[in-house]
């Protein structure tokens, strides 16, 4: 059982990359709040944090609270970081939103103990709150199973809110290869374009080849709208450099697919628990390859003793819903906003 420390970052086994990349434009407003945090003792995340992260034992179950969307994303989300009271916290900052917290708890934590450390850290972070200019502490991705240990935290008021638009899709991968009728209708057919069709062959990701993910994503990125892809949740070209920084085949698995030789799609996952893989990239460019990439991961790649895919949320964007949900997803799990203010005395 871990104790909740944060390892030595020479765990790490390859040098990173030294590609030049780029933070998001801050407001006045939210560079203020992100110095001052950076006064306090949070450190910048970025790749070289990733080790660190890594090795966190939390508790939770959300892609949002994994180690590696921590890295991934954070240079689009300006992203700092501090251990308090054995609890892994990063700071989010990007453009049109207030700035929020997450809390990721130490799986030892259980029990009374654990309610007073979370106490500890939230009146940690208030004050973090207060001495930036904030006007309230908002805490994200706090899941439904611990929302109640939030909101009963003495001395706040705590409002907490969801959306669809950011729960996150979980799936049996036995539905996703079995899909028919109803709301699978259409992914089942697009599926039959490519089951048993000859010229598709795979090939595993390695440290060796893991890079021609990046060739994958630059092609597709020629047929969008860079700024619109960016605006919600900044530049996924530049999170999966940021993977393919951190790519290492001992934690994460990924799958290469050609059609009649060329190199057509991939997929990125990590088995991080028990009973559930997180998918964290993909990308086909020929239609509705995707579909057959995650079909193949659920049908040959995935463990048995994987009980859930996560595949993170679809952000509100109409075609990623549309996606997703005919995949046939077994349930939403949801993420909370909490926005605690202090009651007065």
Known sequence: MSDGSLKDQSLIERPLSKRPLTKRSLTAR???VRDFLLQQGFLPAGAESYPLFRDFEGSGRLSELTPTVSTIWALSFNEV????????VTAFFFEGMEPYFEIKAPRSNNGE?????????IDTLYG????????????????????EEFKNIEGYEVSAEYSDDHSEYAYKPADIVNLSGGVNHKKSTHLNKFIGREGITFTSMTNENHRLCLDVEK???????????????????????IMADIYDDNFYEGLFGYVDGALSGFIIWEKRNE??????????????????????LAKEKLPEEIEFLNINEDMG?????????????????????????????
């Open 30 to 32: 939210d560079s203020h």
């Open 81 to 88: 970081y501090k251990l308090i009271e054995g609890h892994l």
């Open 113 to 121: 103990s654990a309610a007073i450390l979370l106490k500890q850290v």
């Open 128 to 147: 973090f709150a207060v001495g930036a200019g904030l006007p309230e502490l908002r805490v994200y991705a706090v899941e439904e199973s611990f929302l």
């Open 219 to 241: 092609e597709w990125c020629t047929h969008q709208d860079c700024a619109e892809c960016s605006a919600f949740a900044g530049c996924e070209l530049k999170a999966l450099e």
């Open 275 to 296: 009973d559930r893989a997180y998918l964290h990239f993909g990308k086909g460019n020929i239609q509705n390859f995707f579909v057959y990439l995650i079909y193949i």
């Open 317 to 345: 964007k109409e075609g990623l819903r549309r996606f997703k949900k005919h995949l046939g997803a077994h349930e939403l799990w949801r993420k909370y906003l909490c926005i605690f203010v202090k009651k007065e005395a």
